[in-house]
């Protein structure tokens, strides 16, 4: 069930004001399921459905590391994959697959967690890493390199308000 609230004039700063208007208005109360009926989510993002969808995204990338390993080489960067990468990047699709499998079978909020810190770790050391070169020097191939940044990035933020 939603709370409405209807926006009156306020300042943008305080707790009653616009924010925190905006956050009220946008929480639904949660009747069982995984959490606790006193439990609050923002727009109906639960630890469990935020697990299911990083599963889903993780297994597709593994998914393509398994079969196309040279896109995810040519895809993002301006260099040819060698039987090299692919074959490091192969490798991957094991860790992943064998990563998503453990968090299917974890409790809800504890595989939130470890999902959130995938997302987080892969944010940092892969895309926005190629992007802004802080470990690596890398002249990264757009707009196709906008899908990992965008993603990763979203996928960091919706942990965060799946774990609140």
Known sequence: MAVLVALQPRTLHSKTGYVGQLRAALRLTCSGGLRHA???????LTPSLYVKAGSAIFGVYGIQML???SNMMTDHFDAPATKYTDFWIRG???SLGSLIYCLQNMKAELAAKA??????????????????G??????VKYPMHYVPEVLM?????AGVLALK
Do not use: D, H, R, W
Request: glycine share 10%; aromatic share 10%.
């Open 38 to 44: 006193s439990k609050t989510m923002v727009l109906g």
């Open 67 to 69: 079969l196309v390993p």
């Open 92 to 94: 991957q699709a094991a």
């Open 115 to 132: 999902m959130l810190g995938l997302s987080l770790g892969i944010a940092i050391l892969y895309p926005f890493n190629a992007k802004f």
């Open 134 to 139: 802080y470990l690596s020097q890398l002249e």
């Open 153 to 157: 990035a979203g996928m960091t933020i």
